[in-house]
């Protein structure tokens, strides 16, 4: 399925109705809409299946979740999945230098909604909202809602993550995450009507 390069106006009305308190905020589009990936995929560092704890046999097409890991949307469960990618439990979000951090979100223990990336330079967190465009928003609450939690919105973050970026070169994560960055880069720039819309 081939990405697609929405309006910058529809893009952008359709992102800040998901997440009211990015009207607030500083934010930008780095992707085009896409619906192979999601956010836990995207952070994990893929972008070429959708990772979510399926739980069916055989497992369909574009669908992964690590093989032992439960298949629940449990805060550990997420955590466990990340632990198979050298990640592990940390207590603050703060950018460190020569590491890698992913946050979880979550509207209760039990409920899992979604994952950001830290940016490799600590410059935000990516986050790939859905089948939207990804995005790079600017502080982890931009992205967080209002209780209660059940229905729209991601809740807010439960737990953060991180690993060293040694771990991530030997896992070959940061060679994927350098071509996807650079894909999107080239999307970017192919597609110059992005920053007359006011979301690059």
Known sequence: MQ?????????????QSAFPRLRLAHWKVRSPF???????????????????PHGMDPVPKG???????PHDTKVDTFVMAFERLGYQRCDNQ???????????????LDTTTHMARQHFLGKGWL??????EDIVHFTLE????????????????????KRSW?????????????????????YRLVHPSWKSGGIT
């Open 3 to 15: 990405p697609e390069f929405r309006p910058a106006n529809v893009v952008r009305n359709s992102i």
């Open 34 to 52: 896409d619906r192979s990936y999601k956010c836990i995929a995207w952070a994990a560092c893929r972008a070429d299946n959708i990772w979510w």
């Open 63 to 69: 669908l992964y979740w690590p093989p032992g890991v």
């Open 94 to 108: 703060e950018f460190e230098f020569g590491f890698q951090k992913v946050a979880i979100y979550a509207w209760d």
């Open 127 to 132: 986050s790939k909202p859905g089948i939207l």
């Open 142 to 161: 931009s992205i967080e809602s209002d209780p209660p939690y059940r229905g729209d919105g991601y809740g807010e973050v439960f737990q953060i993550l």
């Open 166 to 186: 040694l771990t991530a070169l030997f896992r070959t994560c940061l060679f994927r995450c350098a071509w996807y960055t650079f894909r999107h880069w080239l």
